[in-house]
């Protein structure tokens, strides 16, 4: 069974670009989540989508921030315009069902760097 | 609040010393659960384990061991005879029974297995 997979590896743009991350999680998964590290600090939640629903979107910093699931299968997150402090490395997780117990698992992270 | 924090940055122990890596936890909830994660230099987030606030007993897993005591609000990870393949970033993570799910995680530490 394939794993979480993100695309691109690493991008690397200049502060006002725009770039969009994507995320195919497991087949099967209803639940998708974006995390983020910056320099080195801790992993952050951004968001959570339950097939193609939006149901916490807390952390996400600012609204140049857009995450998208259309049909609830693959999400894209997209920074418009991205900013010095975005740089950092975005995860994407998914979990069959929800549940404090179930485990998320994790792709193998966008390394995003903004010049 | 919920937080999670693991003092130690980085270690550095030789091929076949012991070494535990720290993780001390904060939350309201009187049921949540904890993790660890391993993130190798491949990059991806690799589950090791979660563990439910009711379940107090110690666990091993081959070399793997995680000691959870509620008393001192720690979840520590030791591994016993480390291998050059144990270098990696070890994450410690909480989930809350509310909050959708998302993860709350330290900030890593970095451990390094010299031959």
């Known amino acids: 069974e394939a794993g979480v997979t993100q695309f691109p590896s690493h991008s690397v743009i200049e502060k006002g670009q725009t770039v969009t991350l994507r995320c195919d999680p497991i087949?099967?998964?209803?639940?998708l989540y974006w995390y983020r590290r910056v320099m080195g600090k801790e992993i952050k939640f951004l968001l959570h989508f339950v097939k193609e629903s939006k149901q916490d979107e807390s952390g996400m910093p600012n609204n140049r921030f857009l995450a998208e699931r259309t049909g609830g299968t693959y999400s894209t997150l997209k920074v418009q315009p991205a900013e010095l402090e975005d740089s950092g490395v975005y995860f994407c997780?998914?979990?069959?069902?929800?549940?404090?117990?179930?485990?998320?698992?994790f792709g193998p992270g966008t390394r995003l760097t903004v010049l | 609040a919920q937080k999670v924090t693991q003092a130690q940055t980085e270690i550095s122990v030789v091929e076949k010393e012991d070494v535990t890596l720290d993780c001390v936890y904060e939350?309201?909830?009187?049921?949540?659960?904890l993790f660890w994660y391993k993130q190798p230099p491949s990059g991806e987030l690799v589950f090791l384990i979660r563990?439910?606030?009711?379940?107090?007993q110690n666990e091993i897993s081959g070399r793997y061991s995680w000691n959870f005591q509620k008393s001192t609000s720690s979840f520590n990870f030791t591994i016993t005879a480390s291998q050059v393949v144990d270098s990696a970033v070890y994450f410690c993570?909480?989930?809350?029974?509310?909050?959708?799910?998302?993860?709350?995680f330290g900030a890593g530490t970095r451990l390094a297995v010299h031959p």
């Open positions: 087949s099967g998964h209803d639940n």
């Open positions: 939350t309201r909830d009187t049921t949540y659960y």
């Open positions: 997780a998914s979990s069959p069902r929800q549940g404090a117990y179930n485990e998320q698992f």
């Open positions: 563990r439910n606030s009711f379940d107090e």
């Open positions: 993570a909480l989930r809350g029974s509310g909050g959708y799910n998302k993860l709350i």
